[in-house]
């Protein structure tokens, strides 16, 4: 099966199941729920860092590449996980954070004390650029007490890799094989779009610096390299690079198969139509007609250009969609099948974030005391610095946070969402008891939904294949699109709003089989009313 009949499902290790009573979530605990990811149909599980870890950045600061962070268990734990998932015929992705190691990693600590080869692991400059960090303030530190700085383009304690140095390449690529031989089928790739950096590093105003080195030319031919010293060898790995503050054009081009560079890459253009001018700390309701515009452009060249996306709408980096884009406290459930089927039927590969197929909402946190992640905690101060009161920064940070997302997985209504028997790392979310995977597997639809979309696509060919053409691309509430595939076409209509809307079905689909929809108006009459948030596919 192609990458493009798959869907793939990403597992926060620290917030999805806890097996030893630690309040954090582990191997074990993955390997148990094997048979309810089963259940759901997705075919490979995509695991957040699992590394040894200081965890300034939950994982993503890692400390080594080829050992598993006993937090979350042993080595052998994740091999158990690897059978289990493999005896129910789902594959596992580990995710890479090559463009940065922890300041804990032995690379930077043999360099702080004196190692030359060490030192040109890391891009030491006299000079500091002007470059913003992108959890706040000046992207470098001071190095040890040299009178040199280190790059860090995230948190101070997340030194960027020098990539320059091939040294540092084969160090990766080798631990690339290392898990390949451990039956790895998978590969996400950390904001992979920024390990190529310029040999002169340039000051750069616009845009907090990120011009100056996100899609440098450079990183096309790194990511090539690996893919030929790698993955690109084996049959049927799949490989997804996640591009922060990237273009159409350059995804193309990491994706365009003769390339030989990454099966897709994660964008998130689409995840910044409620940011008021480009900023995320910022509260502004969604942008309906950027948001479409963005689908349509992505989705029309990346399908002329053979491109490839992988679509979401969920992560650990973002507040939960149904909290963005639908009316959740009327439309919740309607609303988590549209959005799903904006997405599952679209061209790309699918990704579902733990919790999406239950229709999972942000936790309600009551207070600035819940939030534990780096980003939220700075800007947080940083809002205050900037004059908003207390409650105006909570509102914001309550919106914005990370950490929504990362709040434990709702198995049941028990003290602890059936997450753990104590109190988790981060607080259960607030609507545990009424949304719950036992709740939603005997009362719920939702999870049926996705089941559903999942098997359509393994089952019509024309939804992993087809092509990708814009339909109704002024109107004000629908969000469409047609795909065609060998003389068959598929229409999908989203209604993005609480509100009704009539339109004119086009004759070729007046007569079309209704494939998938959440709600039972079946009828197809040339002029078809979409009631709210609802989302039909018409075959034919
Ligand atoms: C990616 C990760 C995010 C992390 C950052 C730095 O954006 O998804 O969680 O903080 O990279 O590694
Ligand atoms: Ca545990």
Request: contains cysteine; hydrophobic residues 35%; glycine residues 6%.
């Amino acid at each position: 099966m192609s990458f493009k009949e798959k869907v793939i499902y990403q597992i926060y290790p620290k917030s999805f199941l806890d097996t030893n009573q630690d309040g954090i979530g582990d191997l074990p605990g993955i390997k148990q729920k094997i048979p309810y990811l089963k259940r759901l149909g997705v075919d490979m599980i995509w695991l957040s860092p699992i590394y040894p870890s200081p965890q300034n950045d939950n994982g993503y600061d890692v400390a080594n590449y080829t050992a598993i962070n006993p937090m979350f268990g042993t080595m052998t734990d994740f091999e158990n996980l690897m059978a289990t998932a493999k005896e129910h015929g789902i594959e596992i992705m580990l995710d890479m954070v090559f463009n940065h190691v922890s300041t804990d990693h032995e690379w930077f600590q043999k360099a702080l004390a004196g190692d030359k080869k060490y030192q040109d692991y890391f891009i030491l400059r006299d000079e500091p650029t002007d470059w913003v960090s992108k959890f706040g303030g000046n992207a470098w530190a001071p190095f040890g007490d040299t009178d040199k700085y280190y790059l860090h383009l995230f948190d101070k304690t997340q030194a960027d890799l020098n990539w320059r140095n091939p040294e540092v390449r084969e160090e990766l690529f080798e631990v690339l094989r290392f898990w390949m031989e451990k039956g790895v089928k998978g590969f996400r790739f950390d904001v992979i779009n920024l390990i190529g950096k310029d040999e002169v590093l340039n000051d750069c105003a616009e845009n907090d610096g990120k011009p100056a080195y996100t899609d440098r030319p450079i990183t096309h031919d790194y990511i090539h390299m690996m893919n030929q010293a790698t993955f690109g060898k084996e049959d049927g790995l799949i490989t997804v690079g996640e591009m922060s503050f990237t273009s159409v054009e350059n995804c193309i081009l990491y994706t365009k198969p003769e390339r030989e560079e990454l099966n897709m890459t994660f964008n998130f253009h689409h995840l910044k139509v409620d940011y008021e001018d480009g900023k995320k700390w910022t509260q502004m309701p969604f942008d309906f007609a950027r948001l479409k515009e963005l689908f349509h452009t992505w989705g029309t060249q990346m399908s002329e250009e053979s491109g490839w996306n992988a679509l979401f709408w969920n992560n650990h980096d973002q507040p939960r969609a149904l909290n963005r884009f639908v009316d959740v406290d009327n439309y919740r459930v309607a609303g988590a099948k549209m959005l799903a089927s904006a997405i599952h039927l679209n061209r790309g590969t699918p990704y579902i974030y733990m919790g999406e197929e239950i229709g999972m909402v942000d936790p309600d946190f009551d207070s600035m005391e819940k939030y534990v992640d780096v980003e939220s905690l700075n800007a947080y101060q940083e809002l205050l610095l900037a004059g908003k009161t207390e409650q105006e920064a909570f509102e914001i940070v309550k919106a914005k946070s990370r950490d929504n997302s990362r709040t434990p997985m709702q198995w049941d209504s028990g003290e602890y969402s059936g997450f753990s028997d104590v109190a988790p790392w981060l607080a259960v979310g607030k609507s545990a008891n009424e949304i719950n995977v036992a709740k939603e597997l005997q009362e719920g639809s939702v999870f049926n939904y996705y089941q559903k979309l999942i098997h359509l696509r393994k089952e019509y060919l024309i939804i992993a294949e087809g092509s990708y053409e814009v339909f109704l691309p002024d109107h004000p509430q629908i969000y469409g699109y047609i795909r065609r595939f060998e003389g068959h076409s598929l229409l999908v209509l989203n209604n993005f709003f609480a509100k009704e809307t009539t339109i004119e079905l086009p004759a070729e689909f007046q007569t079309g089989e209704v494939l998938i929809s959440n709600y039972d108006n079946e009828e197809l009459n040339q002029d078809f009313t979409l009631k709210p948030y609802q989302s039909i596919a018409i075959y034919r």
